[in-house]
Nanobody, 125 residues
Framework: QVQLVESGGGLVQPGGSLRLSCAAS????????IGWFRQAPGKEREGISC????????WYADSVKGRFTISRDNAKNTAYLQMNSLEPEDTAVYYC??????????????????WGRGTQVTVSS
């Protein structure tokens, strides 16, 4: 059974850090590009970062560039999103997703085949 499971969310104060994990099962993650998305209440799901399967090329949305870092550990079949300098505007449910597109990645929801159920991140004092 193909599955992606996010973990690592929680409540953090502004300026704090969290590391999200995305564990894959039922398929080999290194053949897939990985994307991280988030959805705040009343807003559409938005892509914030991705890493390609081929050479590990990365992309970041302007809203998180310089604060978030995406990575992958193919040996552990897991991807990560390190989030630093968190702001209240980062509050959302965070999702990871996998795309069969091999040579590049994008932040477009439609490009992704497998999705996790999400983990809540709340940034508040």
């Amino acid at each position: 059974q193909v599955q992606l499971v996010e973990s690592g969310g929680g409540l953090v104060q502004p300026g704090g850090s969290l590391r999200l994990s995305c564990a894959a099962s039922g398929f080999t993650l290194d053949n897939y590009g990985i994307g991280w998305f988030r959805q705040a209440p009343g807003k559409e799901r938005e892509g914030i970062s991705c890493i390609s399967a081929s050479i590990g090329a990365t992309w970041y949305a302007d809203s998180v560039k310089g604060r978030f870092t995406i990575s992958r550990d193919n040996a552990k079949n897991t991807a990560y999103l390190q989030m630093n300098s968190l702001e209240p505007e980062d509050t959302a449910v965070y999702y990871c997703a996998a795309t069969e597109t091999y040579s590049y990645c994008s932040g477009l929801v439609v490009n992704y085949k497998y999705w996790g159920r999400g983990t809540q991140v709340t940034v508040s004092s």
